[in-house]
């Protein structure tokens, strides 16, 4: 999609501090930060959010959420960590391109 932000950082064309990339995802520091560590996993398809996902979308889910704990771990959050995924204006998403939130390194709000 040319006008997602998302999808520019995929292609390389706008700058991110990237943690993980394979042929899939990519995760990257959010620009600003809700918590001491704050990055975004993402997958490289445009997909705009959970709601556009489908049954083909399954093993990219997993892997997201699979990959979630290691790079928790890589990044130093041996305490735990927040995942949050917002969909659709209702959810708060302002990016509509599908990404899972990680946070940790502090007291984080309770949902
Ligand atoms: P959403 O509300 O859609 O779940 O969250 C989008 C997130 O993307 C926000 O936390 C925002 O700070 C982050 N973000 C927006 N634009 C950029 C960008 O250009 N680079 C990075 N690294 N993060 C961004
Ligand atoms: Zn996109």
Known sequence: ???????????????????????DLVAFH???PAAPVHFMIVP???IASLEECRARHEMLLGRILL?????????GL?????TVINTGK????????LHVHVLGGDK???V
């Open 78 to 82: 041996n305490d735990g960590f927040k």
């Open 108 to 110: 984080l709000a309770h």
């Open 1 to 23: 999609m040319s006008d997602c932000i998302f999808c520019k950082i995929v292609a390389g064309e706008i700058p991110s501090r990237k943690v993980y990339e394979d042929g």
């Open 90 to 97: 209702g959810g708060g998403q302002l990016v509509f391109h």
């Open 30 to 32: 959010d620009v600003n």
């Open 67 to 75: 990959l979630a704990p290691v790079l928790a771990k890589e990044l």
């Open 44 to 46: 490289k398809e445009h």
